[in-house]
């Protein structure tokens, strides 16, 4: 699996030769201003939630590449909206078998409307399996009893897991998450895009050593093999 960095909570994942973007969220981010969002590929497009700073790129890169874009029904409706075709809606506890792997849809302790502050429906993260390995890409949300759920069922590789405090759990609530999950590899996201997010990355990497696990902090634009 390769993983690329595109900055606060959006990821490309290649598994099995399909692209998968998560919660497209590049040409508004300070941090990201080196990415060229035209060349970003994909086949799919994951949406967390209705956020701004989960879906700012979504319309454009879906009608660019015409990946198909999963999330729940009221986002779905909303992208419809604006013009989006390759749509899948699902909601939570739904499970998509796909040409890749497959996509489970678990709930999220969050919030969630839509730009324009219509009804964005619940927010959600997503389980990926594949033949490649699963992961866990748990999009906005605290710390949640139903992440051992996740952990108990199948093995989870490694796992996007936001850190940034304020919005979403932060770095001591997401070592407590790995433990729910059973995995211990994680990669940080949603942290130091904006003020009330900034974090201390050093201390954020050395409590996660300190716990026995591995908090990764990518670079923006660079690319990851797992
Ligand atoms: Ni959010
Ligand atoms: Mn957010």
Redesign the pocket.
Known sequence: MNITYFGH?CFGVEINGKHLLFDPFISPNELAKGIDVQKIKADYILISHG?E??IADAVAIAKRTKAKVIACWEVISWLTKQGVENTHPTNIGGKLKLDFGSVKCVSAIHSSSMPDGSYGGNPMGFVIESSEGNFYYAG?TALTYDMKLIGNYRKIDFAFLPIGDN??MGVDNAIIACSFINCDDVIGM?YDTFGYIKIDKHEAITKFESAGKKLSLLEIGKILVK
């Open positions: 909570s956020h700073d989960h906005d919005f979403t949603h």
